[in-house]
């Protein structure tokens, strides 16, 4: 502190600040802030808000740099530049052959074909195969000489064959599918087609046919199969389901589908067969000696009851229509309705005078005839709605049928059944008489549709064929042979059929006819 002493006043002056030396930030530290700023920006920020600003501006230089670094990334495309050199030629084009990869259409080396060599010399012409053999198939609607034809035989033999053919058997009986082996010779010359060799295939499931070439001539051989056609019986318990008992037992589907159609039209399936009845059905069933089985259609439905028979259906062939008759010989019905009663027609539906009444009116139905007390049945299945006397109708029955359907019966001498009961097609639900107005003993029918009254003629009525005579004689007989089949006969060890003397006759006729 130093005193200034010529004005005589003291002054106190402050000393001079020290010099302060401050240190440089280290290069670690810089570094560190930076990386710290630079993670803190955002480079990539949204392009949609803030337009214009630096931020913004910051995130469009980010995308145009992104974007030139992937585009100068693309690879070229274009060929690639070689050095061209002297095509190799003698080993060392060998050597190079066999290390590089070819298809083989081009020669390589890494598969079956090789490329020719200088041994390999070019020939005039290619051999011809001895023979040729294939398999022709014989398609729906296709023919046997055409089948021929495509398969490369000669136009003339074609035809020949199929005429062969003919003779041995029917060309419709050569089912659509069946195989033909065929081996055709050498040829003469290329432009000629080659010869018929040989020719094999099955024309029946009895017979087989072969073609032969024998000293220059085509020649038709015969060979039969011995079939067993025993017809194949299954019999078994209805259980809990008649369908599924059937299959169990080994019945073929469409076998018991035709089992029920056919029981079906006799009963109810539902209703009024039982646990305990056993079904029985018969099929047709061949069996070759080559090892083929051959299911045929139904032949007999059968149900039994406690040891009695309750349907007996067997197919038969009647006037040249097929039909399934009932044991009796009674064939099954077609139709809508069955007829009321077995008397013939006397009177139509429409405008007549009235017998008693003397005057036209319009006569609302059919009148048959028939004796005192022949009987009355419902034309189908249906619920008796009126049973009793109406009027002039005198005795009379009305039932109700699906469909808005129903049915009326007049001039009954008894009435067979009450009201509200429930009738099936066919049954008995009354008696023919004469009461009412009525001049003698007949049935006068109606039939309704929706409450009114139409022309019965307009709905078929049943009609059932029924066998006589020595035809009835020839279905039971055939029924009887049938009925003795024994259950599971036809699955034992193989026999010849019931015809076998027969066959074996025909066998050995047409070896001696082959022979000859």
């Known amino acids: 502190m130093l005193a200034d002493q010529g004005n005589g006043a003291a002054a106190i002056a402050a000393d001079p600040p020290a010099p302060v030396f401050v240190m440089p930030e280290p290069w670690s530290s ?20 803030d337009i214009g600003s630096f931020t913004w501006l910051r995130g469009l230089a980010t995308l145009v740099l992104l974007c030139s670094v992937a585009i100068s990334c693309l690879p070229d495309f274009g060929p690639i530049r070689g050095h061209q050199s002297a095509a190799l030629t003698g080993a060392r084009a060998d050597q190079a052959r066999s290390q590089t990869i070819a298809p083989l259409a081009y020669g390589g080396d890494t598969g079956i074909r090789m490329a020719a060599t200088d041994a390999v010399r070019p020939l005039a012409q290619s051999p011809e195969r001895p023979s040729i053999e294939l398999v022709a198939t014989l398609g729906r609607g296709d023919s046997l000489r055409r089948v021929l034809q495509r398969a490369g035989v000669a136009n003339q033999e074609a035809s020949d064959v199929t005429e062969m053919v003919s003779g041995a058997v029917s060309l419709g009986e050569i089912k659509p599918g069946t195989k033909i082996d065929v081996i055709l010779g050498r040829r003469p010359a290329k432009n000629q087609p080659r010869p018929l060799d040989q020719l094999a295939f099955r024309a029946r499931f009895d017979l087989n046919l072969e073609v032969v070439r024998s000293d220059g001539a085509l020649k038709l051989n015969r060979k039969p199969i011995m079939v067993d056609d025993t017809p194949l019986r299954i019999k078994g318990v209805v259980g809990s389901s008649l369908y599924r008992s059937a299959r169990a037992a080994g019945a073929p589907t469409e076998a018991v589908q035709k089992y029920l159609r056919v029981i079906g039209k006799k009963m109810s399936v539902s209703r009024d067969i039982r646990s305990t009845d056993e079904f029985d059905i018969i099929l047709g069933y061949r069996r070759a000696e080559t090892g083929e089985v051959e299911v045929g259609e139904l032949l007999y439905a059968g149900l039994d009851r406690g040891g009695k028979s309750k349907a ?13 008759f009932e044991a009796s010989g009674v064939g099954q019905s077609s139709g809508e309705l069955v007829r009321p009663t077995r008397g013939r027609k006397t009177s139509g539906y429409g405008m007549r005078r009235h017998p008693i009444l003397r005057y036209k009116r319009m006569h609302s139905g059919l009148d048959f005839g028939g004796g005192y007390g022949a009987p009355i049945y419902a034309v189908t299945d249906g619920k008796v709605t009126f049973a009793g006397r109406k009027g002039g109708y005198g005795k009379f029955v009305k039932i109700k049928h699906s469909g808005g359907l129903a049915s009326g019966y007049a001039h009954m001498s008894r009435i067979a059944v009450s009201n509200g009961r429930s009738v099936r097609k066919g049954q008995i639900i009354g008696y023919i008489g004469s009461t009412g107005l009525s001049t003698g003993p007949h049935l006068h029918y109606e039939l309704y549709r929706n409450g009114r009254t139409i022309n019965p003629n307009s709905v078929k009525f049943v009609q059932r064929s029924e066998l006589s005579g020595k035809e009835l004689r020839r279905f039971k007989g055939e029924l009887q042979r049938l009925k003795q089949v024994t259950p599971g006969a036809a699955l034992g060890s193989l026999k010849s059929a019931s015809n076998a003397p027969k066959q074996q006759r025909e066998i050995n006729r047409l070896a001696k006819a082959s022979i000859s």
């Open 312 to 324: 007996q259906m067997l197919k038969w062939t009647s006037g040249g229509r097929a039909n399934w």
């Open 30 to 49: 810089r570094i560190e802030n930076w990386q710290e700023r630079l993670a803190q920006t955002d480079w990539v920020p949204d392009l949609g808000q």
